[in-house]
């Protein structure tokens, strides 16, 4: 409390003076008051700067700085410069980064589009003026509020051999296909993974288009249908267009979530089998901080966080072109 | 059905046609209803069940409802195979420090940047935006070698103690994550909706920036820190990453990390279960009160852009 005071008095002091005398020249008063602004502004983003820039700029920083070190959490030899060894190391020698890097693109290849589409559905469904539809809206969100540690541990308890994917599998086929032991068969398991990615977020970008075809005028759509447009003629000529700016936020928020994958993997595969599950953000996780790599880990960190700025950058890029 | 009036003509086939249509809607939304619920529900009828019983229902409808041997014995073994209550305990303490500390910084970072001309606003607001798009998980093997070297104070037997190294405690759990560039941005652009003749106002009435902060765009802006809290209460419950990587010390450990107790050779499901509705039943509890909220915050998250 005793700060703030000391924070306003330059300008307290400034703002009687001037009502009481507006014929003499407010200079003073006005310099003084921007000066209480300016030390009151500073004042009160300093907190926020601090721990920014402790926590996000440094790290960034520190991590740049670390890729090109031998560095390790516990080490006996000191910390050395090493050049790009770690980068050449990662791209020559590492046949887990190539796979790693292979299967991230895989998965955000399939969930950008199938998330973004499945969401969209839904939002058009719970967009519908009929009775209940808030209900729905909840139950469709319900996974997102749902931890993804208990997400993945529930989906590879269900992914079991003898679980209930493949009892269902079984009983909806009259046992004429078999299910296989999802998780820890190479070809099925970054499938598997992806299932339970899309059935959790999925609800999160439901509510993100729903507020998008909520800012459509009604008008547009009572226009379209005396013109004789028809449901779909409507979503393409209408709804489509006018979700412009929902579509770009949406595709740019499931990319950068979906390069990001690690929960799953941690909790249902350690990247395995063979490396079929294992990601970017894994395997520098792994080798960064498990093995205690922390350069290497860097290393890799880095190139993680290239790749999506870029991604990032083409995205806006391409969307920014149409206009 | 058949007394319908065929005289009526267009109008009723139209009444008629929207009728199914309306029908086909609720067939869809319950399916996609079942699809979106029946984990959980098998996730909570499981945990009330033995382990054989889990098995031998789970090829028919018996696997969703809680018929059978049903009790809480699950829930008993949990207690005796891990500390619950006080994994329970730390994340609430975790997540309670986190949200709120944050609401306060962000959201006076978010009234200095959009009601206050100061010197540096400019780079401040900039850096503030580019930090966006920065995911945790590219900063955090750099963010452990960090903390791991940040000088800390220890209170140890009466007097303060210099000391290196901030793992295995709560403040390396809450600090890192208070200031949040998204929060700043979204309180800052709720901020810049409230007239500025406000702040004129209160100012020739002789208030400080801080009063008007605290009295005047606070009070106005109740939905910019309910979106705020609920953004960050989520992660903030969550997290599991990077307690992974710093706390080791199992008296500090969060609900999410406890769950590694449980991954072994030969899992005992039911308990695994007991455990996740535990820590999932209070996040469950609060969306559905404040269910309207919730969905209120995403929309306004992603108005912007």
Redesign the interface.
Same mark, same amino acid.
């Given at each position: 409390m005793t700060a703030?005071?000391r924070?306003?008095?330059p300008?307290?002091a400034a703002?009687?003076d001037a009502?009481r005398a507006p014929i003499r020249p407010r200079r003073r008063g006005q310099r003084a008051?921007?000066r209480?602004?300016?030390?009151?502004?500073?004042?009160?983003?300093s907190?926020?700067?601090v721990?920014?820039l402790?926590?996000?700029?440094?790290?960034?920083l520190?991590?740049f700085a670390?890729s090109f070190t031998n560095?390790r959490?516990i080490s006996p030899e000191p910390l050395r410069f090493v050049g790009l060894d770690n980068f050449v190391r990662a791209f020559t020698v590492d046949p887990t980064f190539f796979r790693s890097a292979l299967n991230t693109f895989a998965f955000a290849a399939v969930v950008v589009p199938v998330q973004a589409g499945f969401g969209l559905f839904?939002a058009l469904?719970?967009n519908?003026k009929?009775r209940g !539809?808030t209900a729905?809206?909840? *139950?469709?969100?319900?996974?997102v509020?749902?931890?993804?540690? =208990?997400?993945s541990?529930?989906?590879k308890?269900?992914y079991q051999p003898?679980?209930?994917v493949n009892?269902f599998i079984?009983?909806v086929t009259f046992g004429a296909w078999q299910g296989t032991a999802w998780l820890n068969n190479p070809s099925t398991a970054l499938f598997a993974i992806i299932v339970l990615s899309v059935?959790q977020a999925v609800?999160?970008h439901m509510?993100?288009w729903?507020?998008?075809l909520q800012t459509i005028p009604e008008e547009l759509y009572e226009a379209a249908r005396i013109d004789g447009a028809g449901t779909w003629r409507q979503f393409r000529d209408v709804t489509w267009p006018c979700l412009r700016?929902?579509r770009?936020? !949406?595709l740019?928020t499931i990319t *950068?979530a979906a390069?990001?994958l690690?929960?799953q993997i941690? =909790?249902m595969t350690q990247g395995g089998p063979i490396d079929s599950t294992s990601t970017l953000?894994y395997h520098?996780?792994l080798t960064?901080?498990r093995q205690q790599q922390?350069g290497y880990?860097?290393a890799l960190?880095?190139v993680?966080?290239v790749i999506?700025?870029v991604i990032?950058l083409i995205q806006r890029h391409l969307t920014r072109d149409k206009d | 059905m058949a007394a319908t009036p065929r005289v009526r003509g267009t109008r009723s086939e139209a009444s008629e046609q929207r009728r199914r249509r309306r029908v086909w809607s609720y067939l869809v939304l319950v399916g996609l209803a079942v699809f979106f619920l029946f984990p959980l529900v098998f996730m909570f009828v499981s945990s009330l069940k033995p382990d054989g019983q889990i098995l031998s229902d789970i090829s028919g409808w018996r696997a969703f409802l809680p018929v059978g041997d049903v009790g809480l014995d699950n829930y008993g073994a949990v207690f005796d195979r891990v500390p619950v209550g006080r994994f329970l305990l730390n994340s609430l303490l975790v997540t309670v420090a986190i949200v709120g500390l944050g609401l306060v910084v962000n959201s006076m970072a978010g009234f200095a940047l959009s009601r206050l001309r100061w010197r540096g606003r400019g780079l401040v607001l900039g850096v503030v935006i580019a930090t966006l798009i920065v995911p945790f998980e590219t900063i955090a093997v750099p963010l452990v070698y960090w903390v791991a070297h940040l000088p800390t104070l220890l209170f140890q037997d009466g007097a303060l103690v210099y000391d290196i190294g901030w793992l295995n405690s709560y403040k390396v759990q809450i600090i890192p994550f208070v200031a949040n560039a998204f929060s700043i941005f979204l309180f800052s652009q709720y901020f810049s909706t409230i007239p500025t003749s406000l702040d004129e106002a209160a100012r020739i009435d002789g208030a400080g920036w801080f009063t008007i902060y605290r009295r005047i765009v606070v009070p106005l802006s109740g939905p910019a820190f309910a979106t705020v809290a609920i953004l960050t209460f989520l992660p903030a419950w969550n997290q599991y990453l990077w307690p992974t990587m710093v706390v080791q010390d199992e008296k500090l450990r969060p609900v999410m990390v406890g769950m590694q107790y449980f991954f072994q050779d030969n899992p005992a499901w039911g308990e695994i279960m007991a455990y996740t509705s535990m820590i999932t039943l209070p996040v469950l509890v609060v969306f559905l009160a404040f269910q309207r909220a919730f969905v209120s915050s995403v929309a306004a998250s992603g108005v912007k852009g």
């Open positions: 703030t005071f924070l306003e008095s300008a307290d703002t009687p009502t008051a921007r209480g602004e300016a030390r009151a502004g500073l004042a009160m983003a907190p926020a700067i721990l920014l402790t926590f996000l700029i440094v790290p960034v520190l991590g670390l560095a959490l839904l469904m719970v519908q009929i !539809v729905f809206r909840v *139950i469709f969100f319900i996974p509020v749902t931890s993804i540690v =208990v997400v541990i529930l989906w308890f269900m003898d679980g209930l009892s079984d009983s059935w609800g999160f509510l993100i729903l507020s998008g700016p929902t770009i936020f !949406v740019i *950068i390069l990001g690690f929960v941690d =909790v953000v520098a996780v960064g901080y922390i880990g860097s960190s880095l993680f966080f999506v700025l990032a | -």
